[in-house]
Nanobody, 114 residues
């Protein structure tokens, strides 16, 4: 199983980023997938979930309509579109096969700063 995140970077407050997670080694469309994050000196925190069909999804309260999770089962790839980013969104973002991040990739750093 491989989960490889990309798309992070440095962005100003109010900016946008689109994270991707390329997967392999398992039947991607059979799995709920998750984004979790870890801010500096904090534990892992669930961000969003999506079912195998892409028809059901949910978000943590702090997202407040700013993020959109999606998936492309033909490409075995998970996405997270993040808009209206805030400094408190600064974290390493991971895609995961479980909501607590036990089975996650190496992560991609997102830094929101002016």
């Amino acid at each position: 199983v491989q989960l490889v995140e990309s798309g992070g970077g440095l962005v100003q407050p109010g900016g946008s980023l689109r994270l991707s997670c390329a997967t392999s080694g398992f039947f991607f469309s059979n799995y709920w997938m998750y984004w979790v994050r870890q801010a500096p000196e904090k534990g892992l925190e669930w961000v969003s979930s999506i079912n195998g069909y892409g028809s059901e999804y949910s978000y943590a309260n702090f997202v407040e309509g700013r993020f959109t999770i999606s998936r492309d089962n033909a490409r075995d790839t998970l996405y997270l579109q993040m808009d209206s980013l805030k400094p408190e969104d600064t974290a390493v973002y991971y895609c995961s096969r479980d909501p607590v991040g036990r089975d996650r990739g190496q992560g991609t750093q997102v830094t929101v700063s002016s």
